[in-house]
């Protein structure tokens, strides 16, 4: 499951744009007027002018609107999703307060009765893709069927409200059912993937203590059958608060590995007892806990982050529907791990009556092709994945419009770090002309965007285009005071649904409230270095704490990169600032092509691109290769661990690393001391 290559990220607030501001170029896309009167966002302002006597013209107004009225907004966002519950008393109370704000206090709803809401029995709800290992699908039906079972013996198994189910399992089709069946017995669901190793798990799922633990037998990456038992057999029995664990087959060897676990299971047995019944569903607050999600954790023992099941379902209905105008029977596809909030963003589709295509292992196994095999093959509508996927397709030399048949395919999004802007050219130029490309950027603190797509309107070069509606979005000074046309933090200065409901084992929110609103109070500051455009975009330049301050000028580490990764030979790069003679100086490291060597004349072009792409101030003092770059489980190049390292600092979590061997490369490099 490692994602070096066309990877996915999770961190506190994933970034994702573009790294240099060209505003004031032509659109590379304008969407037609007809396409424009067909969308949902559309259709919504219509409704929301009938319904509230406004005069909407357009996505900005509506924007507008939507922070000014967060109550009314968010009511018609629960009409627009025909949301299943009971929804008394005001949509919105404390208001004026975050923390402490409180959407529908008096609403009861499930999540998982959402998500399965009644359809076509026979229709296909999920599609799974284990490289070119493994083919289904499952029908409505038979996902509903599976749920039912899972419900029944997850109640035998004493699972009820506020229990946790966690699981390390791969992006099948049986880990939304083991997720859904938590849910709709209003239990907490956790996940991760099967590429953490036994530190990573534990350090996630001992804090949480969960009741059932769910796992696979192994995985298939890159061609090759990945055990996991033998890590299984050493994590489990420091769980001790599980009190069974379900082995999923994958591998085809579930009752082997459950044989060697304490009070181990496989699937099959552990759902023998059980014909699929009726459904039942606890309907609870909308702000009951839904999912646990992990910040990266690379500087310490990773934050439990809970989300409740209002919020998210919410804000995803409006991100599936408005944000990327996905109607019912789309086939929505998202290249992610269980690692990831884009999975949990994935799954929610099912609510508006999306097909999820769901895939797991290299998404270059067995070809550079396999994920537009499948999006040909599948018809998918949305494709979604990472800028560095994106990046790598570009690098390869893969065209996929000149090769396949992607004529169902309306929308392209990535996120995870910043989408360089020649791949938004050769998103165009490579895959296809009419098509809406939406970066977006917000992260597992959320679960969802905080600045994402707009259907109705242009995309330019390196630009995400809005502020996601109900999110009051700016751009602050150090001294927090909205900016425009300069760079500063990302802030939220309003509410909204899909905050935190907690940190677990945070009890008087002291974590929580030092994570989000120290720095500001009263005010959402996400870690973000971002800066509006002359259009009414953003963009974002990297994580506030991994910016650099050469000679006291803030600088994104996105915007060294979108140069740095033109060069032909570099692969990809990572910046630091390393403290110098009394001030901070930039440094570089870069991981170059098979056969490339970092000689005089290729150090000069990487510093001419730097100063002619960014600027002068962007140009690193030292330019190091180095024969990997250390990331996190789910893809996320890791600055901090870097800079620690070479400044002879203990790195706090190196489980929360793919590859932590990597960190030896940048210890004790002569070149830094001199």
Known sequence: MGEAVGGTATNEGASSGAGQNQAGHEAL??????????????????????????SLADYRALHGWSIAHPAAFWEEVWDLGEVIGTRSGPALVDGDLMPGARF?????????????????????????RGEDKVERHVSFGELTDLVSRIQQALRAAGVGVGDRVAATLPNLPETIAVMLAASSLGAVFSSCSPDFGERGILDRFGQIEPKVYVACDGYWYNGKAVSIAEKLRAAVPHLPSVTTTVVIPYLGQAEEVAAGLPNGVALEAFLAPFAPAPLTFERLAFNHPLFILFSSGTTGVPKCIVHGAGGTLLQHIKEHRL?????????????????????????????SHLTLCLFDGSPFAPTPQVLFDYAEKERFALFGTS???????????????????????????????????????????????DLHLASISGGTDIVSCFVLGDPTAPVYKGEIQAPGLGMAIEVWSDEGTPVTG?????????????????????PDGAKYHAAYFERFPNVWCHGDFAEWTAHGGLIIHGRSDATLNPQGVRIGTAEIYAQAEQIP?????????????????????????????????LDRRIRTQIRQGASPRHVPARILAVADIPRTRSGKITELAVRDVVHGRPVKNTEALANPESLELFRNRPELAE
């Open 387 to 433: 800028a560095k996927y994106i990046d790598s397709l570009r690098k390869e030399g893969v065209r996929p419009g000149e090769t396949h048949n992607l004529s169902a395919l309306k929308a392209l999004t990535s996120t995870g770090s910043p989408l360089a802007p020649e791949s938004f050219s050769f998103v165009y130029e490579a895959i296809k002309p």
């Open 486 to 506: 300069e760079r500063g933090e990302l802030v939220c200065t309003r509410p909204f649904p899909c905050m935190p409901v907690m940190f677990w084992n945070d």
């Open 29 to 54: 896309w304008t969407p037609s007027p007809e396409r424009i009167a067909r969308t949902q966002i559309a259709a919504f302002i219509a409704r929301v002018n009938a319904r509230h006597g406004t």
């Open 569 to 601: 030979e570099i692969v990809e790069a990572i910046a630091i600032g390393q403290e110098w003679d009394n001030d901070v100086r930039v440094v570089l490291f870069v991981r170059l092509r098979e056969g490339a060597v970092l000689d005089a004349e």
């Open 323 to 351: 944000h990327c105008d996905l109607v019912p029977g789309d086939r929505l596809f998202y290249f992610t791990t269980c690692g990831w909030m884009m999975w949990n963003w994935l799954v929610t589709g099912l609510a």
């Open 104 to 128: 529908f206090p008096d609403a009861k709803l499930n999540y998982a009765e959402n998500l399965l809401r009644e359809r076509e029995r026979e229709s296909v709800a999920l599609v799974f």
